[in-house]
């Protein structure tokens, strides 16, 4: 009957699909002892099966990886513990700076130097894996900072301000390589980033002219202006694609459990984009004014080279949103300066000019949105 011949027909499918399945698995030739077990590999293996939606969640579910209470609970752990550690860290900061005429040196010098031996105690006590070792030694690693900081106001040696970004990365580069943490990891990469900032505009290349005015404004607005300089920022770049690819070649290479975080990967990436979008736009709008901002089109071709690049990547080889936000937000931004540079005149462009930044956007959101049902397909 043609209701019998369907069925029988699907049950023949059914058999088919799963004999491929299975000759697709013996010919990747995986064993127990060759893969371990990981929330990665059942998902890299359900891509490379083709295993439909209901079945990984199941093979997710079968493999005791499907997020439960406890894990929702040590997930807010880290969030308090991390925040915590923030707020001692900035409050030691804050009692130093109100209670410094109060305090002698000695006593300055000993509460900080006690408060990085504490807090390297407790996290070997404790272990460099669990939250409170992982958070203490976060913490030791921050208050470096604070002790070298006092260390300079109090002996003046003459040295340039970079010497203690880079003293600072120096000393917390063993508790990095040993505490496996991405904490320790974000902190000295931010720290390679300001002293070569530092280095770059007190040695090599000190700014002249009107960027001298944006150091009366605030560190955040001088170093935003220091980051439009062409060269400078491409050196800055160059340093936090080395430290994504390093990052992201050791993570699908060795794949150590505390490097399948995305917390690094996408502070470097984003700080990558930042680093091509600020020039470009800067060439945009600042370079037909005839000042001397050492500006190429070298920072244009690294911004479509790697917006490109990360768009393939983070779409095709290994999805993901925050990257991909940042990519196009670059994009965006430098889109909606072009138009504004040369299309922006009377009423009528201004509201071409709205409309196009709202399109731009809309199709942004709906591109992401078909990524992130592709992700959840994945889940």
Known sequence: MPGGLSSRDRINSRIRSGDNVLQRAGEANLSESEVPASHANVQQLAAELGLSRAAYRRAVELAGFTADRADWRRYIDYFLMAAGVLLIVAGVAAFFAWNWADLG????????????LLAVLVACRRGLDTIPGRATLLAAGGLVGVLLAYFGQTYQTGADPYGLFLGWAILILPWALVGRQAGLWMLLLALA??????????????????????????PLVWLGFTVMDSELASCLFAINVLALL????????????????????????????????????????VASLGERLY?????????????????????????????????LTGGILVLTSLAVRYVLGDALTMLLLALFLVGQVAAASWWLRGVARDAEALR
Not at 105 to 116: C, E, T, Y
Not at 314 to 322: E, F, G, K, S, V
């Open 105 to 116: 040196r000695v006593q300055k010098f000993a509460l900080i130097q006690g408060g990085v």
């Open 193 to 218: 980033n300001l002293a070569f900032v530092m280095y770059w505009t007190q040695v090599l290349n000190p700014p002249a002219g009107w960027w001298e005015l944006a150091t009366l404004l605030g």
């Open 295 to 327: 500006m190429s089109l070298l920072s244009p071709a690294l911004f479509v080279v790697t917006t490109t690049a990360c768009l393939w990547h983070y779409r095709r080889r290994h999805i993901d949103l925050p990257i991909l936000t940042c990519c």
């Open 246 to 285: 390093a990052w992201e070649l050791l993570a699908a290479w060795r794949r150590p459990t505390w490097m399948r975080g995305r917390w690094f990967p996408r502070a470097a990436a984003a700080l990558a984009l930042a680093t091509v979008v600020a020039p470009t736009i800067a060439i945009i709008f």
